[in-house]
């Protein structure tokens, strides 16, 4: 099992920039791609973007694409989501997850492991 740990959500206003981290422990050498997954109280979880750990491919949301980055530090075992230009509507739950599936996967289910969560809030 892999533990996952989301930090530095918060309020940022429209147009602004914020970078989420995860901190990954635990069995990493089977996480092969991790995720990023968000979620509004009113809405089902959202796809954002994943990176293949090995290698660092990425794919993205086209909600997001050319405004968010997925990056990973492999000396840290962390993840990063650096996210600039934010909309009201990128407000939300933000998720890390991992897999051990070597295919970027946009299904929420695929993914085995998953953290607590950290609130980002982009104000108009």
């Known amino acids: 099992q892999v533990q996952l740990a989301e930090s530095g959500g918060g309020l940022v206003q429209a147009g602004g920039s914020l970078r989420l981290s995860c901190a990954v422990s635990?069995?990493?050498?089977?996480?092969?791609?991790m995720g990023w997954f968000r979620q509004d109280p009113a809405k089902e979880r959202e796809f954002v973007g994943a990176?293949?750990?090995?290698?660092?491919?990425?794919y993205y949301a086209d909600s997001v694409k050319g405004r968010f980055t997925i990056s990973r530090d492999n000396a840290k075992n962390t993840l990063y989501l650096q996210m600039n230009s934010l909309k009201p509507e990128d407000t939300a739950v933000y998720y890390c997850?991992?897999?051990?599936?070597?295919?970027?996967?946009?299904?929420?289910?695929?993914?085995?492991?998953w953290g607590q969560g950290t609130q980002v809030t982009v104000s108009s």
């Open positions: 997850a991992a897999t051990a599936r070597v295919s970027m996967s946009t299904v929420q289910f695929q993914y085995d492991d």
């Open positions: 635990g069995r990493t050498f089977s996480r092969n791609t």
């Open positions: 990176i293949r750990w090995i290698g660092g491919s990425t």
